[in-house]
């Protein structure tokens, strides 16, 4: 490298420090806007598992048993009883409301199937639309109604010998590597960080090169130099912000190590070096993105679709084996599920260095492709320079001539057009065809079988016949088995104890351990209901265990497959309405801030946010009226309520986007700003962690953003068929926070001087 060379570099990036030092909206990106993702992300899933879910009894039964249970559940700190009721119909309306999350029904003479197995089984009804609490919350009933079988059981046959019959059905205990306590937080928050740090990158990345091409300097200046000049000028002016990123990361992981005391099982040095290609894999994409639009605005939108979909495709979530040829493509071509499969084999697994080695050379082909197409673009030196904005020609006479023009203006500005409807076309077909398998279908599962009997044989063989497991292997060592574990050759171990048949003769404890990856605790509720089902399918072990214990009927209410397209989609859907009309609003709002249309009156204020609206609204229509119907959504509730619902949700954001766009002073700030934001207003939605479990300051604080209200609304209404009764306190509730945006953005748009 020459001393020309060298002086242009640093001076490039003092120019660029100089430039984030100075520019208001950069700092923020860079150092705002990771504060409040860690912040957030960590402190929603703070307090690791569910607890103290809401729970119901109805009982008929009025026995030793209904009080044996009640106690069990008043003893777990899993669920907690709010409503003990003889009126089936006061639980189904509480679970309507999702004032609870389960209700166990005890029927008249249930106390006897502790003796004798009939018809008179406990049944337990738990909300299968809302996965995780839902799920969590049968486990705890489950678990407090076989032990107040095991209980009455255990003092029936006191002093009394019972050779030959079991009093318990077998335990199945799941073993999460590096996450004992299946903590949420040890789960989720790794993938997320790194998903919503790469989104910051990509978007400071775009606007810091994409600037050059706006104003017109890379026409003037770095077009009339060579071909190293150009890359001098990119590199340097990308370091600083890989190097802000990186630091982030490195911080959220030491925070992980040090702060919480999770150990980093395999090489610390191969999971910084995966850290740091990330980073620059992700500035790389950014700049072909913007060598290639030549836009800000359109290289922004096409980096949000492209960086927020890493989560759904990254095979953390739910397993891509079972999953469309699109999906698996679609997961393959993303480059963060391949840094992914290193953090979790060097993080969770403890696997072996050459295991990686492969991703390693993935992830460089996304440092290399990219910035060849890159430069292969800007050598043609062919430029010309970009408009800034779109040109609006606004004409802004009372409330119809506003209203006309603010419809226009949406679409003729190619970029807001694309976010309020194109983009929307394209994530009601882009997003559910990663969830099309629903659940996580045949697994590929070692067995270690410690009994070697008979009994044992059958079990296995049984696994193999579920829809979730497919046993690759069947082993007699442990430690062999969780070697392919660690080096993600199976998804799991199932270990059978020694002496199993044995126990279950002897009526003692005989356990099934299901040792699987910290990182892939979407899978453990999956392999929990192959491992029942196909002890359940064994003759020999319903022979010699108690009939009382397989008295228990499960009932998913509202997702009865369990699928996981059906939980998350709808929900996700929510989240793309309200991120679409927020960028919708703002963008258009800027947009007009920067051609000096600060202040508008109320006429010109009302006109222009029922354009907004009706953009909203039908956008809205669309996805509860079409996509649902495409895709198999559930879609109970009454239709006055749905249009009722949607008018109150399509008028807060509405607002919201006003409110921001008041604040913002060109049409690229809300995208610069936003794009990471969705993922944690999901989380904080009560979606994948229950809000109760949150920290109160975080509930509090996300109530201003309307999904946090209506992903609830409409979960009770489309998948639950709720009410007006059920609904009344959320139309109460987003009703008042539309009339608060409402103000808000007039009294900024308005009103103030």
């Not at 922004?300 to 095979?315: C, G, H, K």
């Amino acid at each position: 490298m020459t001393n020309n060379t060298l002086s242009d570099f640093s001076a490039s990036l003092i120019d660029e420090i100089n430039f984030i030092y100075h520019d208001r909206y950069m700092k923020i990106l860079l150092f705002i806007v990771p504060v409040f993702l860690l912040t957030f992300v960590i402190a929603i899933f703070s307090s690791g598992v569910p607890e103290k879910i809401p729970v119901a009894l109805v009982d008929y039964d009025h026995s030793s048993l209904s009080r044996e249970i009640i106690k069990n559940i008043d003893a777990s700190k899993s669920i907690e009883l709010i409503e003990t009721t003889d009126n089936i119909s006061l639980a189904q309306r509480l679970m309507k409301s999702m004032k609870i999350y389960a209700f166990i029904e005890i029927p008249r003479g249930a106390s006897g199937s502790t003796i004798r197995q009939d018809d008179n089984k406990v049944v337990i009804r738990y909300n299968g639309q809302l996965r995780t609490t839902g799920n969590a919350a049968f486990i705890g009933l489950q678990a407090a109604v076989n032990d107040a079988f095991n209980s009455i059981n255990n003092r029936k046959s006191l002093g009394v010998e019972h050779k030959g019959t079991g009093n318990s059905m077998p335990n199945i205990q799941v073993i999460s590597i590096s996450n004992p306590q299946n903590s949420y937080e040890r789960f989720l928050t790794p993938i997320a960080v790194p998903v919503l740090l790469s989104i910051v990158l990509s978007s400071a990345v775009i606007c810091a090169i994409g600037r050059f091409f706006e104003e017109g300097n890379l026409c003037d200046d770095w077009i009339k130099k060579k071909t190293i000049y150009l890359s001098v000028q990119i590199a340097s002016r990308c370091l600083p912000y890989i190097t802000i990123i990186f630091l982030w990361g490195l911080i959220f992981n030491v925070w992980q190590v040090v702060g919480r005391g999770w150990p980093i099982l395999g090489n610390s040095w191969l999971l910084i070096l995966a850290m740091f290609m990330l980073c620059l894999l992700t500035a790389s994409i950014a700049i072909m993105f913007i060598s290639i639009t030549r836009n800000v605005l359109t290289a922004l939108s096409i980096s949000t679709v492209y960086a927020s979909a890493a989560l759904t495709y990254s095979d953390g979530t739910l397993s891509i084996l079972n999953a469309n040829g699109w999906a698996k493509f679609w997961s393959n071509f993303q480059p963060f599920t391949h840094y992914y499969r290193i953090q979790l084999e060097q993080v969770n697994l403890g696997s072996y260095i050459t295991t990686s080695f492969s991703q390693f050379g993935i992830l460089s082909l996304y440092i290399i492709i990219p910035l060849t197409i890159s430069f292969i673009i800007l050598a043609r030196r062919n430029y010309s320079q970009q408009p800034v904005v779109f040109q609006e020609n606004v004409k802004l006479d009372g409330v119809l001539q506003s209203f006309i023009s603010t419809v226009k203006s949406i679409r003729k500005c190619q970029p807001i057009f694309s976010t309020a409807v194109m983009s929307l076309i394209l994530y009601s077909v882009f997003y559910p065809s990663a969830y099309k398998a629903q659940i996580n279908l045949k697994l590929p599962v070692a067995v270690v079988d410690f009994d070697q009997s008979s009994l044992s044989r059958n079990l296995i063989d049984n696994l193999q016949t579920t829809r979730e497991i497919d046993v690759t292997q069947v082993d007699s060592s442990l430690s062999d088995a969780l070697i392919l574990l660690r080096n993600r050759k199976v998804s799991a171990v199932i270990a059978i104890d020694n002496d199993f048949k044995k126990n279950l003769i002897r009526g003692e404890n005989a356990g099934i351990d299901v040792h699987l990856s910290g990182g892939y605790m979407a899978v453990a509720a999956d392999l929990r209901t192959a491992v029942t089902n196909a002890i359940n399918a064994t003759t020999d072990v319903n022979r010699l265990t108690s009939k009382a214990t397989n008295n228990i009927i499960p009932l998913p209410l509202y997702n009865p497959t369990l699928g996981y397209e059906s939980f998350i989609m709808p929900l996700v859907f929510i989240i793309i309405l309200q991120q679409t009309l927020i960028l919708t609003s703002s963008m258009l709002i800027a947009l007009r801030n920067s051609i000096g249309l600060t202040k508008i009156n109320s006429s010109q204020f009302i006109g222009t946010f029922f354009g907004l609206f009706m953009v909203g609204f039908f956008g809205a229509v669309f996805v509860f009226g079409w996509v649902y119907y495409l895709q198999g959504y559930p879609n109970e509730g009454s239709m006055f309520l749905q249009v009722l619902l949607i008018v109150l949700f399509s008028a807060a954001v509405s607002s919201m986007g006003m409110l921001i766009g008041s604040f913002l002073d060109n049409i690229n700030r809300p995208m610069q700003i936003l794009s990471a934001t969705s993922m944690v207003i999901f989380y904080a939605s009560g979606a994948s962690f229950p809000t109760f479990n949150m920290p109160e300051w975080v509930v509090k604080t996300m109530v201003i953003f309307p999904s946090s209200t209506m992903i609830s609304g409409f979960t009770m209404l489309n998948s639950q068929g709720a009410g007006i009764y059920e609904l009344a306190p959320v139309i109460i509730k987003i009703s008042l926070l539309a009339i608060i945006l409402f103000l808000l953005a007039m009294y900024r748009l308005v009103w103030q001087k």
